[in-house]
C-alpha cells in the first residue's frame, strides 16, 4: 500500500470511529448497555466493511486501472446492499437494541463517505506521470 492509500485509509478511519464511540456515548446515555452493545457492533461494522472495501478498490486501481469506476461503483452498492442485509437481520434481535445499532451504523457510515470525499478531494494525485528519463530532442 503506498503512503497516499494509507493516508487515504486513515483519513475515513479515524473520523469514523470517532463517530462510532460518540454514537456508544450517546447509546448508553438513551438506551444502557444493550444501546451501547448496538452502537459498538454498528461501528465496528462500518469500519471493517468499508476498509476492507477501499483496500480492494485500491489494489484494483493499481492492477487494473481500466476497471477502477466500474468497480467502485459495484463495490459502494454491495457495500450497502450488504448493511441493509444486516439491518434486516438484527431487527428482531434481543441482545442489542436495535435502534441505536441502526442509527450509529447510519452514522458511520455517512462520516466514513464523508471523509473519503474529503480525502480524495485534498490528495494531491497526479494525474500524468513526469518522465525524468526522457530528454527533449
Not at 460518540?22 to 468499508?50: E, N, P, Y
Not at 442489542?96 to 471523509?115: G, H, M, Q, R, S
Given at each position: 500500500m503506498q503512503?497516499?492509500?494509507?493516508?487515504?485509509?486513515?483519513?475515513c478511519?479515524?473520523?469514523?470511529?470517532?463517530?462510532?464511540?460518540?454514537?456508544?456515548?450517546?447509546?448508553a446515555?438513551?438506551?444502557?448497555?444493550?444501546?451501547?452493545?448496538?452502537?459498538?457492533f454498528?461501528?465496528?461494522?462500518?469500519?471493517?466493511?468499508m476498509?476492507?472495501?477501499?483496500v480492494?478498490?485500491l489494489?484494483?486501481?493499481?492492477?487494473?486501472?481500466?476497471?477502477?469506476?466500474?468497480?467502485?461503483?459495484?463495490l459502494?452498492?454491495?457495500?450497502?446492499?450488504?448493511?441493509?442485509?444486516?439491518?434486516?437481520i438484527?431487527?428482531?434481535?434481543?441482545?442489542f437494541n436495535p435502534?441505536?445499532?441502526?442509527?450509529?451504523?447510519?452514522?458511520?457510515?455517512?462520516?466514513?463517505?464523508?471523509?473519503?470525499?474529503?480525502?480524495?478531494?485534498?490528495?494531491?494525485?497526479?494525474?500524468?506521470?513526469?518522465?525524468?528519463?526522457?530528454?527533449?530532442?
Amino acid at each position: 500500500m503506498q503512503s497516499n492509500d494509507a493516508r487515504t485509509l486513515l483519513h475515513c478511519a479515524l473520523p469514523t470511529a470517532a463517530a462510532g464511540v460518540v454514537g456508544v456515548a450517546v447509546s448508553a446515555a438513551v438506551a444502557g448497555g444493550k444501546g451501547a452493545l448496538g452502537a459498538g457492533f454498528g461501528t465496528v461494522l462500518v469500519l471493517l466493511f468499508m476498509c476492507s472495501g477501499l483496500v480492494v478498490l485500491l489494489r484494483t486501481a493499481r492492477s487494473l486501472p481500466h476497471l477502477f469506476q466500474m468497480m467502485g461503483l459495484l463495490l459502494y452498492t454491495t457495500q450497502i446492499l450488504l448493511l441493509m442485509i444486516l439491518l434486516t437481520i438484527f431487527r428482531g434481535t434481543s441482545v442489542f437494541n436495535p435502534k441505536c445499532f441502526a442509527l450509529t451504523l447510519l452514522a458511520a457510515t455517512l462520516v466514513w463517505i464523508a471523509a473519503q470525499v474529503r480525502s480524495h478531494m485534498k490528495a494531491k494525485v497526479l494525474y500524468v506521470e513526469p518522465d525524468s528519463a526522457r530528454t527533449p530532442s
